[in-house]
């Protein structure tokens, strides 16, 4: 069992920046690829960003590409979201997740199924 807990959620201007949290428990962290997802209310929940066991790749959603970085601290048992040039639609509940499988493929990254384990979420508010 993997427990999952973000922090660093907030309210924010526009143009300003934020970096979420989140930290594991429950199993070796370095055998799990990592995700960010997120929720606006009524809305479906949509991938943001994944990161490999080992930190080397790296994936995004279109429209975060080069404003947001996922990153991961093996030795902190923590994956990172920071967040750059916000905009009122990023606001939303962002959730962390864990992948504990040996090999995903590509076209599975996205998928909320390919995770196993999701933290309680933490809100991020952008103003306009």
């Known amino acids: 069992q993997v427990q999952l807990v973000e922090s660093g959620g907030g309210l924010v201007q526009a143009g300003g920046s934020l970096r979420v949290s989140c930290a594991a428990s429950?199993?070796?962290?370095?055998?799990?690829?990592m995700g960010w997802f997120r929720q606006a209310p009524g809305k479906e929940r949509d991938f943001v960003a994944r990161?490999?066991?080992?930190?080397?790749?790296?994936y995004y959603v279109d429209s975060v590409k080069g404003r947001f970085t996922i990153s991961r601290d093996n030795a902190k048992n923590t994956v990172y979201l920071q967040m750059n040039s916000l905009k009122p639609e990023d606001t939303a509940v962002y959730y962390c997740?864990?992948?504990?499988?040996?090999?995903?493929?590509?076209?599975?990254?996205?998928?909320?199924?390919?995770?196993?384990?999701w933290g309680q979420g933490t809100q991020v508010t952008v103003s306009s």
């Open positions: 997740a864990a992948d504990p499988a040996l090999f995903r493929s590509s076209a599975a990254h996205g998928m909320a199924s390919a995770y196993d384990y």
């Open positions: 429950g199993r070796t962290f370095s055998s799990l690829a």
């Open positions: 990161i490999s066991r080992t930190g080397a790749s790296t």
